[in-house]
């Protein structure tokens, strides 16, 4: 169902900014009544049409889609007066208010603003901001007919333009690599990756960059196709790069905080693959120190640091602290609007936690809610490897007409060879002469299938299937194996 814009943008909102838009709608001579006891109403309720009638006889009742429609763009107006404070809200009206001055010829007042634009310290890290401010003093000057200042100037000013439009150009160029590598991983999630746009990157000339917004952006554009080409050990080498640049200053952290939450959730990703638990967790709490006045932002932060904990204490095989990870994910999931990605992920770990302690039922449920519940153009790679999970949860439960259901489900595209690998197992099972041997070459199958990027990202990374199958054939408790895995530390 299609949300509304309104309630959309509502429920989102701090309580700080809650009340700040309160105070804007209930200022003397604002929008008006109406739009105030919308607002409220907005903030209590969820369903449009029970809002409407609470209005039932009054005019509000008959413009109400009308009013709607003004108290979004009230509230809009309210989060952009909240915002003024912050440096890059402050250059953007100082560079609105010089256009206003310099059209009614107030040149003294428009340089005064300028000598005090350029005292903002973020300026250096905004090089299109930088080039618009030199434009505008340099008008200025030439407006109020400052001839010796302007000749003072000029030749300096117009070197550090050119510079700055190269700053910008290759920010563009940076932004494009990185559009393209978002489209090109979109495309083809699963599958061979095409190199070309790595050596382009790594052919950028990163010396030319001089702000440091142009050499954070550089390094998540890298750190993200490497990453995409399987080339952990390079992503590692430029993460660290960018954590250099990020850490050096609390300034620098609150003032990139964004990028700096994104830094830690692709570290973890990469310690994960080094089972470095440890180094997750202090991650972890990196994380939670990051202060937001978003809710949907410390929204974003909650999941990644559930889904930290979650991976950590499940592949430690710690399960009370794993079920109760699980359990704070699955709560805030039911209660609050977590992005489809989370989804897909808090709903898989409930699920493996579940089949590592036996409780195949509730692990079933979780992974239907999955499957049904979810786009699957979203994450392909969490969709097949639940699909498979789900298949080996059938089987523990005993439910034969759904194995032959589930092996016979279709996948878009031809099945990948670790899919009909598991497939065709389930199907010969029954006719096995013995069960526990043909669970031992499944395993061993499964292995070295596993040792391919591929199916190791897609597959054995989420779920141990290999260890499922050793289990089964050595008639020992799932969790048991998973112990005893040489990988466990």
């Known amino acids: 169902m299609k949300t509304d814009p309104l309630f959309e943008l509502l429920h989102v909102l701090s309580k700080q900014e809650k009340r700040y838009v309160r105070l804007h709608l209930a200022r003397p001579g604002a929008a008006g009544e109406n739009y105030l006891r919308l607002y409220d109403a907005c903030l209590k309720g969820s369903d449009l049409r029970g809002i409407r009638s609470q209005f039932k006889g009054e005019p509000l009742y008959r413009s109400f889609a009308v009013t709607k429609h003004y108290l979004y763009g009230q509230v809009l107006q309210a989060l ?25 010829k107030l040149f003294g007042q428009g340089l005064r603003l300028v000598t005090r634009l350029r005292r903002l310290p973020l300026l250096s890290q905004r090089p299109q901001r930088a080039l618009e401010l030199l434009g505008w003093e340099l008008r200025l000057l030439h407006a ?24 910008q150009s290759l920010i563009l160029e940076l932004q494009k690599l990185s559009y393209d590598n978002f489209i090109a991983l979109k495309k083809n999630w699963i599958g061979p990756r095409n190199e070309k746009l790595l050596r382009e990157l790594k052919n950028f000339p990163l010396r030319r960059l001089s702000s440091l917004q142009a050499k954070i952006m550089y390094h998540q554009v890298l750190s993200a196709r490497q990453f995409a080409v399987n080339d952990s050990a390079g992503a590692f080498k430029t993460l660290q790069q960018l954590s250099i640049l990020l850490e050096s200053d609390e300034k620098i952290r609150r003032s990139y905080a964004v990028q700096y939450v994104a830094l830690l959730n692709n570290l973890n990703l990469l310690l994960l693959e080094r089972r470095d638990f440890e180094g997750m967790l202090r991650n972890a709490q990196k994380l939670r120190a990051v202060d937001f006045a978003s809710k949907e932002q410390k929204l974003r932060v909650q999941e990644r640091v559930l889904n930290v904990e979650s991976n950590v204490y499940r592949l430690r095989c710690e399960l009370p602290a794993a079920r109760q990870a699980t359990i704070e994910s699955l709560r805030l999931l039911d209660t609050q609007p977590v992005s489809p990605v989370y989804k897909l992920l808090f709903l898989l770990d409930a699920a493996i936690v579940h089949v590592m302690s036996g409780e195949f039922r509730i692990a079933l449920r979780h992974l239907n809610r999955l499957l049904n519940e979810t786009d699957g153009q979203v994450r392909p790679d969490i969709i097949r490897a639940a699909r498979l999970l789900r298949l080996l949860v059938h089987y523990e439960l005993g439910h034969e007409d759904l194995i032959d259901k589930e092996a016979a489900y279709k996948t ?78």
């Open 412 to 489: 878009p595209g031809k099945p990948d060879v670790f899919t009909r690998t598991l497939l065709t197992f389930f199907v010969k099972l029954p006719d096995a002469v013995s069960k526990r041997r043909a669970f031992r070459q499944l395993s061993k199958d499964l292995s070295r299938l596993a040792k391919k990027d591929e199916w190791r990202e897609t597959y054995t990374d989420k779920f141990d299937f290999p260890a499922w199958a050793a289990a089964k054939a050595n008639g020992r408790p799932l969790l048991e194996v998973l112990k005893n895995a040489p990988t466990r530390s």
């Open 80 to 104: 952009q007066l909240y915002r003024s404070s912050s440096e890059d809200e402050q250059l953007s009206s100082g560079l609105s208010a010089l256009e206003v001055l310099y059209a009614k």
């Open 144 to 167: 109020a007919q400052q001839v010796e200042r302007l000749e003072k100037l000029n030749s300096a000013y117009y070197k550090e333009q050119l510079r700055l439009l190269e700053e």
